[in-house]
């Protein structure tokens, strides 16, 4: 069972609107959790990246938070232009491993903002 | 060059070929990743190296996969009589090392653009 789930699967919203998307998690012991943006047919961007002392950080128009006691995150996008149109995909992290099974990553959400 | 470099960008192949993937990491990450993501889904961790030592093979990859990092520094991924479900994007990411015990050493892990296989 995945221990990254996101919501929703697929979301289609009007350049301009705002969006929020969702991400739970059951991984423990928790290090951090990241925000990536993948473009179709690109390898995944980092956006943000929360350790469990941080509920909330922003990158321009994205704005990450965490609640490591209900174990949830929340990416929202605000204004979306056209160019937001990508994967956005949760990873989160094993405490205190290097170890290449550390990451552990959610299905993603796919986003796509219409003119 | 400050990011992940991954090549070639595409490759079509057809079926039993062997065909062979580069990576070139951010120089000052001693730890390498190769994952490997299908459509709609997120990426599955195939090997990690640190330096050149190879720590992790995760049982995706079987034996017709191998990969390299010979000097500790760039690596290969050769996948051998390729078959059509091994078609996928093939990422590379590296990381900085992190010490646990210090808190020192960076969180970031830098994927490359990933290659992606088509195998026809």
């Known amino acids: 069972k995945n221990q990254v789930e996101q919501s929703p699967q697929s979301l289609i919203i009007l350049e301009g609107k705002n969006c929020t998307l969702q991400c739970n998690y059951t991984v423990s012991p928790f290090s951090n959790l990241r925000w990536y943006k993948q473009d179709t047919g690109r390898g995944p961007v980092s956006l943000t990246i929360m350790t469990f002392s941080e509920n909330t950080k922003s990158n321009g128009r994205y704005t990450a938070t965490l609640d490591a006691d209900t174990k949830q995150s929340s990416l929202h996008i605000t204004a979306s232009q056209l160019s937001d149109s990508a994967s956005y995909i949760c990873?989160?992290?094993?405490?205190?491993?290097?170890?290449?099974?550390?990451?552990?990553f959610g299905k993603g959400t796919s986003l796509l903002v219409t003119p | 060059d400050t990011g992940v470099s991954q090549n070639p960008r595409h490759k079509i192949t057809k079926r039993g070929q062997n065909v062979t993937f580069r990576c070139d990491p951010i120089s000052e990450h001693n730890r390498l990743y190769w994952y490997r993501q299908t459509l709609g889904q997120g990426p599955e961790f195939l090997t990690y190296f640190q330096n050149e030592a190879q720590l992790e093979k995760s049982r995706l990859l079987s034996d017709r996969f191998s990969a390299e990092r010979p000097k500790g520094s760039f690596s290969t991924l050769e996948i051998q009589r390729t078959e059509q479900g091994d078609s996928a994007m093939y990422l590379c990411a590296s990381s900085p090392r992190r010490n646990y015990r210090t808190g020192t050493g960076g969180y970031g892990y830098t994927f490359g653009s990933g290659t992606r296989l088509t195998v026809v």
């Open positions: 990873v989160v992290s094993l405490r205190g491993s290097n170890s290449g099974y550390a990451l552990n």
